[in-house]
């Protein structure tokens, strides 16, 4: 029997994860912006890294870290979230990773694990030369495109299994193509 208070419970929850899809859609945004800003410099090479002007570095930087943030939040976050929602216990990462390939929110688990892996290398192992660091520079920008895909599918997600109005999150703005 669900009660008065279950239901003021997950209308709480329901509301946070709607706040949580306002800051991850705005966050992608961001880092759609940043991936258009630093096409020119991509494919990149150890040498293309040391030319690299401050302004470049600027922009390599802002992709990293929106790229980290939209990862770590769609991982802490969002997909707990849906889990909650969808009333399932979230259990390990990995179960939750299984769950969101399961509900199609994401492609394959083997992909997010590459996105993880990625953005802990970038964040946790930058080095700003070397061949090693313009490699895991080109897979943060090769899978920005995977990341943003993602956003779109929690949103379409949210949109038929919660009835949320998903109006507000206009998926046109994260078009990288």
Not at 47 to 65: C, S, V, Y
Not at 146 to 151: G, T
Not at 165 to 177: H, Q
Request: charged fraction near 35%; hydrophobic fraction near 40%.
């Amino acid at each position: 029997m669900i009660t008065k208070s279950k239901t003021r419970k997950m209308g709480k929850v329901k509301g946070a994860f709607f706040d949580n899809l306002s800051i991850i859609f705005e966050l992608a945004i961001s880092l759609r912006v940043s991936f258009i800003k630093a096409k020119y410099l991509f494919p990149m090479t150890a040498q293309k890294l040391n030319d690299a002007t401050e302004e470049d570095k600027e922009r390599i930087d802002l992709l990293i870290h929106r790229f980290g943030k939209v990862q770590d939040m769609l991982g802490s976050k969002i997909f707990r979230g849906i889990i909650t929602l969808d009333l399932e216990d979230a259990g390990s990462m990995k179960d939750t990773i299984n769950k969101m390939e399961k509900k199609y929110v994401i492609e394959n688990a083997e992909d997010w694990v590459d996105i993880r892996d990625t953005r802990n290398n970038i964040i946790h192992e930058y080095v700003p030369r070397g061949a090693e660091a313009a490699n895991t520079l080109n897979e943060v920008y090769e899978l920005t495109s995977e990341l943003i895909k993602i956003v779109c599918n929690v949103r379409n997600y949210a949109e038929k299994e919660f009835n949320m109005d998903m109006s507000k999150f206009d998926i046109e703005k994260l078009k990288v193509n």
